[in-house]
């Protein structure tokens, strides 16, 4: 059973009936679901994953002291605390995790306020460049199952992507890095002889190209150990995880430079075509730098267009 259809159950057997019983002046103010860090609420844990802050649990948010008091949250915390230590033949943890209980009664504003900075998900520019994409997904990731005030769900709309000129200024930056490692330095180290130098200018070039396809997509990046795999399963462009993993699984002798060259072009070019689908760049060539300062120029906020074009990254 996965983490996410343990807690869905586990919430149901046993914290939907204790809120109701327990707490029905609370119904109208908190929202229950299973979100933030692990792999469970991406929904990709397996055996493997069981083997750590792996249990059946639920997060009870909270709004703030003025509409619920500690008095109210404290009895909550002991009621959610003596809910059954075993669901589906998988006990609770004894032991918070590692970085903390991630279930449990919560704060909307703290939940929030760790994870992006702010606790009701209103970000100024700066700040979505600040915040590192793996934590805004933890904003938004898993499932609310309930939500009677609606303050979680609306903060989570509001952090559901980028705004567009953070999208554009991040695509911007990635391209041009494409561009630097990908189509220009791979060849140049390797035509000075530089192997490894050229191999990092290709892991350069796959995090850049990575991170490109993500936000064509529309998609925050997860953590790197799930890049690939989130890769493999989005709409558009899922075929470059397997061209960018080559990349950086091979060597670079002389019987294969060539074909990394050639794949570095393909995923330049493929991703130069959505850049076209969605109307992003006016550069018609197949130079990525081009299109870098083509998609910038398109960024409406003055301040944040003639910022670095590399601010983003």
Same mark, same amino acid.
């Given at each position: ?54 249990? #059946? ?33 998988? #006990? ?124 064509? &997509? ?19 462009? #899922? ?56 998609? &910038? ?17």
């Amino acid at each position: 059973m996965k983490g996410l259809e343990l807690s869905r159950g586990y919430y149901g057997e046993f914290g939907e009936p204790m809120l109701r019983e327990k707490f029905p002046d609370l119904l109208p103010f908190v929202a229950v679901g299973f979100c933030g860090a692990g792999s469970e609420c991406l929904g990709y844990d397996d055996e493997v994953s069981r083997d750590h802050d792996f249990e #059946p649990g639920f997060t009870i948010f909270l709004p703030g002291e003025d509409v619920v008091d500690r008095r109210r949250a404290f009895e909550l915390e002991r009621a959610y605390a003596k809910l059954p230590s075993e669901f589906a033949g998988v #006990p609770r943890l004894k032991l918070a995790p590692v970085g903390g209980a991630r279930h449990g009664v919560v704060r909307t504003a703290d939940f929030f306020r760790d994870r992006t900075g702010a606790e009701n998900g209103n970000l100024s520019l700066h700040e979505w460049l600040s915040v590192p994409e793996p934590s805004l997904l933890e904003a938004v990731c898993g499932e609310i199952f309930f939500d009677g005030y609606g303050e979680v769900t609306a903060i989570r709309e509001q952090l559901a992507y980028f705004p567009e000129d953070i999208r554009r200024k991040k695509l911007a930056g990635n391209l041009l890095l494409m561009a630097q490692s990908g189509q220009y330095n791979y060849k140049r180290c390797l035509a000075h002889g530089e192997e490894g130098a050229a191999q990092l200018a290709a892991i350069e070039f796959a995090r850049a190209a990575s991170a490109a396809v993500f936000l064509l &997509n529309r998609r925050y990046q997860p953590f790197y150990k799930w890049k690939f795999r989130t890769m493999r399963s989005l709409p558009l462009l #899922p075929l470059t995880a397997e061209l960018l993993e080559y990349l950086i699984t091979t060597g670079n002798g002389a019987d294969i430079r060539e074909e990394k060259s050639g794949v570095i072009e393909t995923v330049a070019a493929d991703v130069i075509d959505a850049l076209t689908e969605q109307g992003l760049t006016g550069a018609v060539c197949l130079d990525l730098e081009k299109h870098a300062y083509s998609v &910038n120029d398109g960024i409406a906020d003055a301040g944040l267009r003639n910022a670095h074009v590399l601010a983003a990254v």
